[in-house]
């Protein structure tokens, strides 16, 4: 049953006369008018007939309504096709009594001449999923993936489908006909575009189209297969799924025994969160073209006003007094004023990341007044709205819980702290005293206005007076072995030198790298840990040599060069040190000897080592149980290292960038599965090392955790960075999305026991720190924040140096940060890889990166070329590190098809 302008309707006049049938011909609309229809049956006394399944369903539904199920006692033969047979139409059909009846279910484009495979439907047997069956006589059904390879039993791939009824092509469209047509073994295929799976039997299952699949936050979904999950609902006769607007997924269904609220339910149980619909729209009868298959334009649209009273008893409710509390907190982390964050609103979603969380929970800690053994960060990030918040934040009042508060000691010595401990060792045991790793450098140019030499120089012994840890010394006891700490006057010898000049970037670079390497700009036994040095620009001197003869100021392009040492200094510390440096500068202020009240680093360290740590020690104990400590990851290294070589320190670095469609894919993705960047970095190299270790499947990795986990520490400079061992045991048939779900467990759990000392966890596990193989693979996500791009000294502008990469030093063997800079107009998000160079090439450090990113691109990115994996259900075993260029390289090989390579027969 269909309009001439149908390709079906050819093959039903020609078949029926051809076969010496009688033909009906039905009055125009004759098709949906069912009274009319039932008559035309009964009377004619209609023996076969052919339609689309939505059709199907809406006749015999109106025929069971009225009890006229003797319009069907004629059907001998039943064919469907058009659209995917669905199981509640074969209820209808056996309630209806269509039992002598055989039901065939077609399958066929135009391009192939209507149908081109066939399969007998058994009503009797109570299936779930209805084959399109085999091909038809002189057909030939092929599946192929998109490099054109048969695919697998079971395996989802397109449909090609060649023989005698294949088309020859669109009339005056070559481009179109190039597209569609393949030629295989010498004979031409059509490309469906459909997607298929076969099974044991040869049987072919049709899944969806390939043109389906959507975009939705990132995600990529196939709307058949929602489609299919709703249709087992046995109350549902027929299903559509449309994206609207790019924010929404609507599901219109066609049933008279359901609800909403059924239709979510069944959802949330059966389909990953990203793809339940925000809106189902239930229809009594779905619209139907002249055609009989269901009519997208004619669907109602949907009411999105419905989804804001549905979610307004969480989302929209006006925030209360103790909501607009945690509300302005949000925004102070933040740094915004976003009054629209409602309070179902994620964290990640709003710009939030690990480190801001962080901040966040220290500001819920000061607020709030409560410490990590009463409500720890874990359950913050595990529900991370406000609204969530709001809840946990008052049973911590409605405790009365109150913080155990930390003050200072007013000491000048006491012993070092857990960090400076492996910071001192690792300096003595693992690196060459030639060159220097832990030298931390900033590096300012002035870009506008003019700095005063000795404004500037007062304002630097300003903050080393008020931060006692930027003149601390580290002395060694070789009697026991300890390391102590002393506050020293060096502030107020404090000198800033200015010997060196640079006429170019080339120069001015070589002199930030020679810096960076010197051993000798610190002294850890005399206190000297900060160094301050102005670059003189050559050029702006001598041009202003008669003015400024006594260097007096700092001008245009002159550079500050200031440099601490890694034992006194993380990178938290660099925001509190440019704070209070700017704070100095603009007012001038003086330092002021007196015997404040203000938490110094030295405090810190001794209330450290006071904190009851059994927990935590076992924690850690069973974290690293019968994990082999010696044993190194079979990376793709050029060259072995000796046990008792010391390192060059030298570098091997890759660095890549993505684009913003990716970078934004990758924040969508963290923020659909509730997952700091952090999480979802770290999951991404466990994925990749799995794979570059041909399936090692027990993976320990060295991470950085800021470690700040008390509010007293926010505000003090110093070096409180946790070195820690992250291992998982990871299974190969996980999904991505399962693998996900572990490190983000994981990172939570370590989260609470953050502050246990690396060297305590080796202690405990009776090794050293020279032969741990995870100190040498490291993992860290940086969060470039906005503002710190440039410095206001009293409106001299300073903009920072970046430096070059090839003269990084390495300090671990294999090293990945991932960086996201929100303030560049592309390529916001990036990765640079640091290999030793006492292992590494350049070249192999480069294809490992290239990797690396391939890796990336196949779970975030929207290009075409790439064979994207399921995150959701693809096993992580299915990520491919062999590039593209390179399968097609082994494919020119294995072809002959190199231009440089002649065709030559073996000589035998």
Request: glycine share 4%; proline share 2%; charged share 20%.
């Amino acid at each position: 049953m269909t309009r001439c302008s149908f390709d079906i309707h050819v093959q039903e006049i020609l078949g029926a006369l051809l076969v010496g049938g009688t033909l009906i011909m039905l009055h125009p609309g004759g098709t949906i008018d069912f009274d009319y229809l039932s008559e035309i049956l009964q009377k004619k006394q209609i023996t076969y007939l052919h339609t689309v399944p939505s059709l199907l369903h809406s006749f015999f539904t109106s025929v069971e309504q009225n009890n006229n199920w003797h319009v069907l006692k004629h059907l001998r033969s039943l064919c469907s096709s058009g659209e995917p047979f669905s199981v509640p139409l074969i209820g209808l059909i056996v309630k209806n009594g269509i039992t002598n009846c055989i039901i065939w279910n077609l399958y066929g484009p135009a391009e192939a001449t209507i149908d081109c495979t066939v399969q007998p439907v058994d009503v009797r047997n109570g299936t779930q999923s209805i084959s399109i069956g085999k091909p038809l006589s002189n057909y030939q059904c092929m599946m192929m993936n998109e490099y054109l390879q048969s695919s697998a039993i079971g395996q989802e791939s397109e449909l090609f489908v060649g023989g005698a009824g294949v088309f020859a092509g669109y009339l005056g469209r070559d481009d179109l006909t190039a597209k569609a047509l393949v030629e295989i073994d010498g004979q031409l295929y059509y490309r469906t575009g459909d997607l298929v799976t076969i099974d044991n039997n040869g049987l072919l299952y049709y899944q969806g189209r390939k043109d389906h699949q959507v975009k939705l936050h990132g995600q990529r979904i196939e709307l058949g297969e929602i489609e299919r999950c709703l249709l087992n609902m046995t109350s549902i006769s027929a299903c559509v799924i449309i994206k609207w607007n790019d924010d929404y997924l609507v599901a219109y269904v066609q049933s008279s025994h359901v609800n909403e609220e059924e239709l979510r339910e069944h959802c949330q149980s059966h389909l990953t969160p990203h793809m339940i619909p925000s809106i189902f729209i239930i229809l009594e009868k779905m619209p139907l073209s002249q055609n009989g298959k269901v009519d997208r334009k004619q669907l109602p649209l949907p009411d999105f006003s419905l989804l804001t009273l549905l979610s307004s008893d969480i989302s929209n409710t006006p925030l209360n007094h103790f909501e607009e509390r945690i509300h302005t907190i949000w925004c102070q982390v933040l740094h915004c004023n976003e009054s629209h964050i409602s309070k179902n609103t994620s964290f990640f979603s709003v710009g939030g990341h690990s480190l801001l969380f962080i901040e966040l929970y220290h500001h819920y800690q000061s607020v709030f007044n409560f410490d990590a053994h009463s409500l720890s960060i874990a359950p913050f990030l595990q529900q991370s709205t406000i609204f969530q918040h709001s809840q946990l934040l008052q049973t911590v009042i409605m405790n009365n819980t109150k913080a155990t508060q930390w003050y200072t000691l007013h000491i000048n010595e006491g012993i070092a702290s857990f960090a400076q401990e492996r910071i001192f060792l690792d300096e003595q045991v693992r690196f060459s005293s030639d060159i220097a790793i832990y030298n931390e450098l900033s590096t300012l140019q002035v870009v506008q206005g003019s700095l005063s030499f000795n404004r500037l120089l007062q304002a630097f012994r300003y903050v080393l007076n008020k931060h006692k840890v930027l003149r601390t010394s580290l002395i060694l006891n070789n009697d026991n072995s300890s390391l102590k700490q002393c506050i020293t006057d060096t502030h107020k010898t404090l000198a800033i030198t200015m010997n060196q000049t640079f006429e170019n970037e080339n120069e001015l670079q070589d002199i930030i790298y020679q810096t960076t390497i010197n051993p000798k700009l610190f002294n850890l036994s005399t206190g000297r840990v900060f160094h301050a040095e102005i670059l003189k620009h050559q050029i702006s001197l001598d041009e202003n040599e008669s003015e400024n003869s006594s260097n007096e100021f700092i001008t245009d392009f002159d550079v500050l060069l200031i440099a601490f040492h890694h034992a006194a200094f993380d990178r938290s510390s660099f925001s509190i040190f440019f704070n209070d440096l700017c704070f100095a500068y603009n007012t001038n202020a003086i330092s002021i000897e007196d015997d404040d009240e203000s938490l110094q680093y030295i405090d810190y360290s001794i209330h450290e080592h006071l904190i009851d740590m059994t927990i935590s020690r076992e924690f850690w104990y069973f974290q690293l149980e019968e994990y082999n400590l010696e044993y190194r990851l079979s990376l793709p290294v050029d060259r072995h290292r000796l046990s008792n070589d010391h390192r060059s320190n030298s570098a091997s670095v890759t660095q890549i960038s993505f684009d913003n469609e990716s970078s934004q894919l990758f924040l969508d993705y963290a923020s659909i599965h509730h997952i700091t960047p952090f999480q979802l970095g770290l999951s991404i190299l466990y994925a990749f090392l799995f794979k570059l270790t041909h399936g090692e499947n027990d993976l320990c990795i060295s991470c950085l955790n800021a470690n700040r986990y008390k509010t007293e520490v926010q505000n003090i400079m110093g070096m409180f960075v946790s070195t820690l061992p992250y291992r998982i045991q990871l299974d190969p048939q996980w999904s991505f999305d399962e693998l996900v779900t572990y490190v983000r467990e994981k990172c939570l759990s370590i989260l609470e026991h953050s502050h246990y000392p690396l060297q305590h966890i080796l202690a405990n596990l009776h090794v050293n720190q020279s032969t741990i193989s995870f100190l040498e693979t490291m993992f860290d996500f940086i969060t470039i924040s906005s503002r710190s791009d440039e410095v206001s000294l009293d409106g001299a502008i300073l903009k920072h140096v970046s430096f070059e990469q090839s003269f990084e030093v390495a300090k671990f063997d294999f090293s990945l940060i991932f960086v996201y800079n929100p303030m560049l107009e592309n390529n916001r998000l990036s990765f640079r890889l640091t290999c030793s160079h006492d292992l590494f090439d350049e070249i192999t450090v480069r294809n490992i990166g290239r990797r690396l990113e391939y890796c990336f691109q196949q779970l975030f990115s929207l290009n075409e070329t790439i064979n994207r994996i399921d995150t959701c259900f693809t096993s992580i075993s299915k990520l491919d590190l062999i590039l593209p260029e390179e399968t097609q390289e082994v494919e020119d090989v294995i072809f002959c098809r190199q231009s440089h390579i002649i065709n030559e027969g073996m000589l035998i």
